[in-house]
């Protein structure tokens, strides 16, 4: 199993960004997929999360109604659509998924700041 994010980076407050995770090795339209973050000196945090079938979503209160999160089970990725960015939705963005046990990815860091 092998989840590889991509799509961080600098954005100033009131921007957007589409974080990705491509994933591999598993059959990915029968798991369920996940964003978490991670602030610096916190916590890791769940975010969002996409069902396997029917594609259900369910959301942290604190991006409800700013990010998105989507499937694309013929490509095998799941993506993280960020609007309206605060400051204090900086943090490294990591995709999760359970297949026998907890599968992570390295990560991809988000900035925002003027």
């Known amino acids: 199993v092998k989840l590889v994010e991509s799509g961080g980076g600098l954005v100033q407050p009131g921007g957007s960004l589409r974080l990705s995770c491509a994933a591999s090795?598993?059959?990915?339209?029968?798991?369920?997929m996940s964003w978490y973050r991670q602030a610096p000196g916190k916590e890791r945090v769940w975010v969002a999360t996409?069902?396997?079938?029917?594609?259900?979503?369910r959301y942290a209160d604190s991006v409800k109604g700013r990010f998105t999160i989507s499937r694309d089970n013929a490509r095998n990725t799941v993506d993280l659509q960020m609007n309206s960015l605060k400051p204090e939705d900086t943090a490294v963005y990591y995709c999760?998924?359970?297949?026998?046990?907890?599968?992570w990815g390295q990560g991809t860091p988000v900035t925002v700041s003027s």
């Open positions: 999760y998924t359970v297949y026998g046990r907890d599968y």
């Open positions: 090795g598993f059959t990915f339209s029968t798991v369920g």
């Open positions: 996409i069902t396997s079938i029917g594609g259900s979503t």
